[in-house]
Protein backbone atom coordinates (compact mmCIF):
# COMPACT_ATOMS: atom_id res chain seq x y z
CA UNK A 1 0.00 0.00 0.00
CA UNK A 2 1.04 3.54 -0.97
CA UNK A 3 -0.30 6.94 0.58
CA UNK A 4 -0.26 10.10 -0.73
CA UNK A 5 -0.49 13.94 0.47
CA UNK A 6 -0.34 16.71 -1.17
CA UNK A 7 0.26 20.12 -0.35
CA UNK A 8 1.10 24.02 -1.52
CA UNK A 9 -1.70 24.11 -3.37
CA UNK A 10 -3.28 27.79 -2.90
CA UNK A 11 -4.39 30.97 -4.04
CA UNK A 12 -2.08 32.83 -6.21
CA UNK A 13 -2.65 35.14 -9.28
CA UNK A 14 -1.86 34.70 -13.14
CA UNK A 15 1.60 35.00 -13.67
CA UNK A 16 2.06 33.41 -10.57
CA UNK A 17 3.86 30.19 -9.55
CA UNK A 18 3.32 27.46 -7.15
CA UNK A 19 5.27 24.03 -6.16
CA UNK A 20 3.03 21.47 -5.38
CA UNK A 21 4.74 18.69 -2.64
CA UNK A 22 2.96 14.99 -2.68
CA UNK A 23 4.57 12.98 0.12
CA UNK A 24 4.53 9.16 -0.41
CA UNK A 25 4.26 6.38 2.74
CA UNK A 26 6.11 3.17 2.35
CA UNK A 27 9.64 1.86 1.36
CA UNK A 28 9.02 1.36 -2.52
CA UNK A 29 8.73 4.59 -3.43
CA UNK A 30 11.44 4.38 -5.81
CA UNK A 31 9.66 1.92 -8.02
CA UNK A 32 6.73 3.53 -8.83
CA UNK A 33 6.20 5.60 -11.69
CA UNK A 34 4.00 9.41 -10.47
CA UNK A 35 1.95 11.76 -12.17
CA UNK A 36 -0.04 14.98 -11.53
CA UNK A 37 -3.87 15.00 -12.37
CA UNK A 38 -5.99 17.58 -12.17
CA UNK A 39 -9.88 18.16 -12.41
CA UNK A 40 -11.75 21.56 -12.83
CA UNK A 41 -15.33 21.91 -11.81
CA UNK A 42 -17.54 20.30 -14.39
CA UNK A 43 -14.81 18.63 -16.16
CA UNK A 44 -13.17 15.21 -16.12
CA UNK A 45 -9.62 14.50 -14.49
CA UNK A 46 -6.95 15.02 -17.11
CA UNK A 47 -3.08 14.17 -17.46
CA UNK A 48 -0.64 16.93 -16.53
CA UNK A 49 2.73 15.00 -16.14
CA UNK A 50 4.56 12.64 -14.75
CA UNK A 51 7.81 10.91 -14.28
CA UNK A 52 9.16 7.54 -14.36
CA UNK A 53 10.72 5.77 -11.20
CA UNK A 54 14.53 7.52 -11.49
CA UNK A 55 13.20 10.95 -12.35
CA UNK A 56 15.48 10.70 -15.51
CA UNK A 57 12.28 11.15 -17.79
CA UNK A 58 9.35 13.18 -17.84
CA UNK A 59 6.52 13.75 -19.75
CA UNK A 60 3.82 16.60 -20.09
CA UNK A 61 0.48 17.30 -21.32
CA UNK A 62 0.47 20.73 -24.19
CA UNK A 63 -1.24 22.81 -21.95
CA UNK A 64 1.46 23.35 -19.42
CA UNK A 65 4.74 22.08 -21.27
CA UNK A 66 7.39 24.86 -20.84
CA UNK A 67 5.43 26.34 -17.55
CA UNK A 68 5.47 22.98 -15.45
CA UNK A 69 8.53 20.74 -14.58
CA UNK A 70 7.14 17.88 -12.68
CA UNK A 71 10.65 16.46 -10.42
CA UNK A 72 11.20 13.47 -7.62
CA UNK A 73 13.62 13.00 -4.40
CA UNK A 74 13.39 9.15 -4.16
CA UNK A 75 15.55 9.56 -0.90
CA UNK A 76 12.50 11.83 0.86
CA UNK A 77 9.73 9.86 -0.97
CA UNK A 78 8.26 13.21 -2.68
CA UNK A 79 7.39 14.30 -5.94
CA UNK A 80 7.07 17.94 -6.79
CA UNK A 81 5.22 19.57 -9.91
CA UNK A 82 6.61 23.36 -9.86
CA UNK A 83 4.14 25.87 -11.86
CA UNK A 84 5.42 28.68 -13.54
CA UNK A 85 3.44 31.76 -15.73
CA UNK A 86 0.40 30.17 -14.11
CA UNK A 87 -3.00 31.22 -15.62
CA UNK A 88 -6.49 30.93 -14.43
CA UNK A 89 -7.23 27.99 -16.82
CA UNK A 90 -5.12 26.04 -14.63
CA UNK A 91 -7.88 26.52 -11.28
CA UNK A 92 -8.35 23.13 -10.75
CA UNK A 93 -7.91 20.16 -7.77
CA UNK A 94 -4.48 19.07 -8.35
CA UNK A 95 -4.05 15.12 -7.65
CA UNK A 96 -0.60 12.62 -7.25
CA UNK A 97 -0.59 9.78 -8.41
CA UNK A 98 1.14 6.45 -8.14
CA UNK A 99 1.50 3.52 -10.83
CA UNK A 100 3.23 0.15 -9.78
CA UNK A 101 5.45 0.26 -12.51
CA UNK A 102 8.32 2.32 -13.60
CA UNK A 103 7.24 3.39 -16.75
CA UNK A 104 4.76 6.32 -16.17
CA UNK A 105 1.23 6.73 -18.98
CA UNK A 106 -0.93 9.36 -19.19
CA UNK A 107 -4.19 7.32 -18.42
CA UNK A 108 -5.52 7.74 -15.21
CA UNK A 109 -7.14 4.28 -14.75
CA UNK A 110 -3.46 2.81 -14.95
CA UNK A 111 -2.56 4.30 -11.30
CA UNK A 112 -3.41 2.36 -8.34
CA UNK A 113 -2.81 5.02 -5.20
CA UNK A 114 -4.11 8.38 -5.05
CA UNK A 115 -4.39 11.83 -2.94
CA UNK A 116 -6.54 13.49 -1.34
CA UNK A 117 -6.31 16.25 -3.83
CA UNK A 118 -5.15 19.70 -3.30
CA UNK A 119 -6.45 23.02 -4.46
CA UNK A 120 -4.92 25.55 -6.69
CA UNK A 121 -6.65 28.60 -7.72
CA UNK A 122 -5.45 31.20 -10.16
CA UNK A 123 -6.97 34.32 -10.58
CA UNK A 124 -7.15 36.75 -13.31
Known amino acids: QVQLVESGGGLVQAGGSLRLSCAAS????????MAWFRQAPGKEREFVAA????????YYADSVRGRFTISRDNAKNTVYLQMNSLKPEDTAVYYC?????????????????WGQGTQVTVSS
Open 51 to 58: INWSGGST
Open 26 to 33: GRTFSSYA
Open 97 to 113: AARAYRTPVSGAREYDY
